[in-house]
């Protein structure tokens, strides 16, 4: 885990994770970081308090997205009740917002500048 529990609500400032859900969605949080540095972290990087931060930032966003498809499995997007009309979020979209979100929370903390998240050689 990049960021423990103890980080996550000491450091970051959270409260929307319960503590027996955090492992499970920090270590989705992590594997999404690894995908954008390269597994970078888990080839020997040093893991700084910015990464942790991401990944809280990131944690949250996944926590987020299951409480929505909890609330609204359906992906109702929209909906009147006296012409009994319903709009539906189609799953492309969803999963697009989702995916910029989750970005939105990585770029905050490691930016797209940030020697981890280089396409190319990193350490040279």
């Not at 103890?6 to 400032?13: D, K, N, P, R």
């Not at 609204?72 to 012409?83: D, Q, T, W």
């Not at 969803?94 to 930016?111: F, Q």
Request: proline fraction near 5%; hydrophobic fraction near 40%; charged fraction near 25%.
């Amino acid at each position: 885990m990049y960021a423990d529990y103890v980080f996550y609500v000491e450091a970051y400032g959270g409260e929307n994770i319960p503590p027996l859900d955090w492992p499970r969605i920090s270590r989705h949080a992590d594997a999404y970081l690894d995908r954008l540095t390269y597994n970078r972290m888990k080839n020997g990087a040093v893991v700084t308090d910015a990464v942790r931060m991401a990944a809280c930032a990131v944690a949250e966003v996944m926590r987020r997205h299951e409480e929505t498809q909890t609330a609204n499995p359906a992906g109702i997007k929209a909906e009147s009740v006296g012409g009994q009309s319903v709009t539906y979020e189609d799953a492309v979209s969803s999963a697009a917002r989702y995916d910029a979100e989750m970005m939105e929370a990585a770029d905050l903390w490691l930016p797209r500048t940030d020697p981890l998240r280089y396409a190319g050689v990193y350490g040279c």
